[in-house]
């Protein structure tokens, strides 16, 4: 008897490790729990829908989680889709013994989507300056995304949440006089701080890089501080109407090229009221022609 059970044990006992080094490594596909995460997506907002296919689960020891993976997963609200190339989450084990079903986390992996739909998705449950500001610049492009949360013990988002990824081929309106066109550049969004790195864009058709744009929220207001550079620009008559607005009015350029290096500060709101502008210029000139008329001794003291 007793040879019956040691045995019935060593093979209880190999059937419990061998299924979970097969959870741990190649994981089981399932629609168990679809039901429950598309529950979880409802108390999270009302309305909310997932739209799940099959499921698959791998057995975490390190924190005694479930991590569950699903692609092609749809996220619908108010009849905007959001199409996703995969959705993981970790779940509990304790709170599956408890018969709880509470997620840890949630990262979302976007497809190719177009960045107003995003935003116009967004917004009808996350209401935030920044998102607003997006809006209303935003007149196209697409957007790659990544998007981290985690929840809290009663379900809801905490306000750590990241997004990141690339945005290409963006077009930005609501500023009058200025084209900024064939913007791309990848983002990092974090609470009240978002930084945009390797940046390119035509800007009145002109080119220009970026290695980085840092804005922040400071209370009602936003930071700005970056950089701007562009490569040998050939500025005629034509083009240079609407720097000489702002840059050269009295100086009587008719025709400049050269390249730049310029660092940049200031702060705004969210009426679009700027303010303090602070701008490092380092100017290379190749070419300059001017009107032989301008007091030139307050730029070249020297002369």
Known sequence: MKKIIYRS???????????V????????????????????????????????????????????????????T??????????????????????LIK????????????????INNLISFVRTFQKTPELFLLERFVKNGYLIADIKLDFDSNGKIKKNYEIK????????????????????????????????????????D????SKNIDVTKQKNEFLVSGNIENKKIDLSQNSLDLFKKYFFSDFGIQKIKFT?????????????????????????????EFLNQPELKKFFPQI
């Open 9 to 19: 044990f060593i093979v209880i006992l190999f059937i419990l490790i061998v299924s």
């Open 260 to 288: 730049s290096k310029n660092d940049f500060t200031f702060i705004f709101n969210k009426k679009l009221d700027f303010k303090n502008l602070k701008i490092d210029s380092k100017v290379s000139i190749d070419e300059l």
């Open 74 to 95: 749809k996220i619908k609200y108010k009849k905007k889709i959001i199409e996703t190339n995969s959705i993981k989450t970790h779940i509990s084990l304790n709170s």
């Open 165 to 204: 990824g690339f945005v290409k081929d963006v077009k930005l309106g609501a500023i009058s006089q200025f084209d900024l066109k064939k913007l791309n550049f990848s983002f990092n969004y974090k609470k009240n701080n978002l930084v945009f790195n390797d940046a390119s864009f035509l800007f009145n």
């Open 21 to 72: 080094i097969y959870l741990s490594t190649f994981g089981i596909e399932t629609t168990r729990f679809n039901s429950q995460i598309s529950n979880y997506a409802k108390n999270i907002k009302n309305g909310l829908d997932v739209d799940l296919k099959k499921i698959k689960i791998f057995l975490n020891l390190t924190n005694l989680s479930l991590s569950v993976k699903t692609v092609g």
């Open 99 to 114: 018969k709880e079903f509470l997620l840890k986390n949630l990262e979302v992996s976007t497809k190719s989507l177009e």
């Open 206 to 209: 002109l080119n220009f890089f």
